[in-house]
């Protein structure tokens, strides 16, 4: 059976077959739709907290008042003590609360330090972040304005003064997605993971269900039977990849230009990188069919591995913080790499000489999961005393 | 087997025939058992080794003066960070951030330790890489930290070096400090809140798609049907005969998993622990009927299981684990609200992590239970449809 037929075999039945179909075509759909939807607020805003006054004067209601124009936070209560307060948090009305003490007007006006205190809820890391970043700034912002009346209180110079407060000023620059947007960070590497996910299942389908074509004559001679094996994997690989061209260029370029997502690289970087990753995932996906052998049960794990999967690609969680085995573990997933590599290129505008590794990695996975395929098909084509028949 | 043949018809009879199913199907007690065990494993030895840290930065250190060298030592000194390397330019140390060699660049400019004792206010600045989101907040937490320290060192000494007394010269550099405590997690382990999340997130999944491959089997034909309704000795008795089996199991589940983590990986139990098993009952139960519902509602079998993994799949996201609900569009609100994983998800963190008093815990629980009903009425209802639908047909 030539390569040809394998292609246009393999290629036919990603149609015919319903749950095929469903899940290569019609979930890239929902999923393109459904999946960034949690993300695309971008960022948290207005994270509600209460103010506790005690010194209700001028000053604290000032600083309130400034604690409120952030955009990161917004005062949804003014309450009378802490422990009321926390009964708020509890609720999950609040996520923190911002203690103004009482004599935090006189003590700002005789030079003293006057402290406030946020308490914070720290269960949510980001929200933990937005809260005490906010507070701390106009804490500051207002402090320094305090420090420079008082200094050119005593005389000194303007400018001085300025230079007092704030000798060495600390200037954090974001390069790429200088939001710190969610959803850019997030989307280009789920796009990755959800092609990936979708892309094996298919595989692993197709690979289980019924209707492969297979060779009616049996051959005996080792190398005829090797010649088909490699013919018929690189048939259906090349079947796989005509079906995912158009549903990888949508969710690699198409997708994160819907969505807004900033693009530093060109199209054909990014499709060059797509090849050996498509490819890698293809040839995992046969194997995949020849362990699991079931098509529900490919369905039923790829269906709880995504989320796992999701944790070891080393971008929701670093990379460096795993257990070196976890590591290695990562890197036999073709996402791992490809999620590194699609990212820089994508979006840090890196070249394919600056992913040499990942590319060439990809490309070693590919490599690797086609021979083993190529093998599992070579020994299924052992010849039979019964000879198979479609 | 023998068993069954003694016994009348009714709930024990598909109880113990589905028990032994799961013994007789490999591939069923590994979806259910040894595949969520596998992967919380798996999760906890990612998240095991704790947050990330001494993340390598590079310095471009154009002064080379005492002070550019204070202020790399005190940046190296965080946790966060470590200053492994050198560069000559920017653009060397860009291009070793876009290959992930380094995590950020810090720049002293020319003349740093001139200009600030001079008034003229120098900038030190700080590159880092926000798309890579975890890891560029860790790095620049470590300079944020460091850099106003070294200038607060600075500040102190201009005010002593005109006299003030240091005490003095502390307070006036910080008019209005702001003390911040961490209310729960106050070692802002977030390795706990994630282990606590994930959890419910996996077991979602598994419940839903796994019961309604299992319900799947035996609604798939009209015979299958009348099979498991007559062994039940009716519709509800065979449907909870068929259920429980699982409930067991997936509890057993939780309660090993739970067990580990807080057992071993020492996560903090602060609530009742009678209250987080009743949501967990609850929670598992609203997942089995929701995974029984799409079997009775879709057929083939592998349409139930494929709308189940769309629906449940992605639903960590919605259930504001990565990103906060509250920053949430509308739809993604909604969505997080009616999955039963949410309201688990808050039930989880109000008894572990938060300790939250029981007055104000009973909220996701009343709901947990709320769901039960409505999708035990909704699957009885589905039932009685079914049979009627039979009961047409063969008069």
Not at chain 1, 149 to 160: A, E, Q, S
Not at chain 1, 293 to 303: D, I, K, T, Y
Request: aromatic residues 8%; contains cysteine; positive net charge.
């Amino acid at each position: 059976m030539t390569m040809l037929a394998v292609f246009r075999n393999e290629f036919g039945r990603v149609f015919a077959l319903r749950p095929v179909l469903s899940v290569m075509v019609v979930a890239a759909v929902i999923y393109a739709l459904f999946y960034p939807q949690p993300y695309l607020n971008e960022a948290l805003r207005k994270v509600p907290i209460a103010v506790v006054d005690q010194d209700r004067t001028q000053m604290s209601r000032d600083l309130a008042r400034l604690v409120d124009a952030t955009p990161d936070i917004a005062v949804a209560q003014v309450l009378p003590d802490v422990p009321t307060a926390e009964r708020q948090v509890y609720a999950r009305a609040i996520f923190g609360i911002l203690l103004i003490p009482q004599h935090f007007e006189r003590d700002l006006l005789h030079g003293r330090a006057s402290p406030i205190a946020l308490y914070a809820d720290a269960s949510y890391f980001l929200m933990y972040n937005r809260m005490s970043g906010a507070v701390s700034a106009v804490s500051r912002t207002v402090g320094t304005n305090v420090e420079i009346t008082r200094l050119i209180g005593l005389g000194v110079d303007p400018p001085v003064a300025a230079a007092a407060t704030d000798p060495m000023p600390f200037i954090p620059v974001p390069l790429f997605n200088p939001q710190g947007g969610y959803a850019t960070y997030i989307l280009p590497a789920a796009f990755v993971l959800l092609l990936q996910q979708m892309l094996l299942i298919g595989v692993g389908l197709l690979g289980t269900l019924p209707g492969e074509e297979v060779s009616r004559r049996t051959r005996h001679r080792l190398s005829d039977r090797l010649y088909e094996s490699i013919s018929t994997v690189a048939g259906k690989l090349l079947a796989y990849l005509a079906v995912e061209a158009p549903i990888v260029t949508v969710y690699l370029i198409g997708l994160p230009y819907l969505y807004g997502i900033p693009r530093l690289g060109s199209a054909a970087t990014i499709l060059a990188f797509a090849l050996p990753f498509a490819l890698a995932v293809a040839a995992l996906g046969l194997v995949v069919a020849a362990v699991l052998r079931n098509p529900l049960a490919v369905q039923l794990v790829f269906a709880a591995v995504g989320l796992p999967f999701f944790f070891l690609a080393g971008f929701a969680w670093p990379t460096e913080a795993m257990p070196l085995a976890v590591q290695w573990l990562a890197k036999l997933l073709p996402s791992t790499l490809a999620i590194d590599g699609l990212v820089d290129v994508a979006q840090l505008g890196a070249s394919l000489s600056d992913v040499r590794s990942e590319f060439l990695g990809l490309w070693l996975l590919a490599a690797a999961y086609a021979a083993i395929a190529v093998v599992v098909e070579f020994a299924r084509r052992r010849p039979a005393p019964i000879p198979v028949s479609v | 087997m023998q068993r069954r043949e003694h016994q009348p018809p009714g709930f024990s009879l598909v109880f113990w025939r589905e028990l032994a199913w799961l013994r007789r199907r490999p591939l069923l007690l590994a979806l259910t058992a040894v595949l969520p065990i596998g992967l919380m494993l798996l999760l906890t030895a990612i998240l095991s080794a704790g947050l990330a840290t001494q993340l390598p930065i590079a310095v471009l250190d154009l002064d080379g003066s005492e002070l550019s060298r204070a202020v790399i030592r005190a940046v190296d000194a965080t946790p966060d960070d470590a200053a492994v390397l050198h560069v000559a330019e920017l653009s060397e140390g860009r291009h070793l951030i876009v290959s992930r060699k380094i995590r950020g660049l810090l720049m002293l400019p020319r003349n740093l330790e001139r200009d600030v004792f001079a008034g003229r206010r120098p900038e030190v600045v700080f590159f880092y890489n926000t798309q890579t989101f975890t890891v560029g907040n860790l790095v620049l937490r470590g300079a944020n930290a460091a850099i106003p320290s070294v200038a607060a060192g600075i500040r102190i000494s201009l005010r002593t070096d005109e006299g003030i007394p240091v005490e003095e010269a502390k307070a006036e550099i910080t008019p209005i400090p702001v003390q911040t405590h961490a209310l729960f997690n106050s070692t802002l382990n977030y390795v706990h809140f994630l282990l606590t999340a994930l959890l419910p997130a996996v077991l979602q999944t598994v419940v839903v798609t796994t019961m309604a491959y299992a319900v799947g089997l035996d609604v798939e034909t009209r015979h299958r049907f009348a099979v498991l309704r007559r062994l039940g000795g009716g519709l509800l008795p065979a449907m909870f005969g068929k259920m429980l089996p699982y409930t067991i199991l997936f509890l057993s589940i939780l309660g090993i998993a739970d067990f580990v983590l807080f057992k071993y990986l020492e996560l903090p139990l602060r609530g009742e622990p009678e209250l987080l098993v009743l949501a967990g009952f609850l929670f598992v139960l609203s997942c089995q009927f929701i995974g029984a519902l799409l079997a009775m509602l879709l057929r083939p079998v592998a349409v139930a299981v494929s709308i189940a993994t769309v629906l449940t799949a992605p639903a960590f996201g919605f259930m504001g684990i990565g990103f906060p609900r509250l920053g949430m569009n509308e739809f993604a609100y909604g969505y997080g609200e009616i999955l039963p994983g949410t309201w688990y998800l808050m039930a989880r963190v109000d008894q572990t992590i938060r300790g939250a008093p029981i007055d104000l815990s009973w909220k996701p629980i009343l709901v947990l239970t709320g769901f039960v009903v409505v999708l035990i009425g909704l699957t009885a209802a589905r039932i009685l449809s079914m049979r009627r639908a039979a009961e047409e047909r063969t008069s």
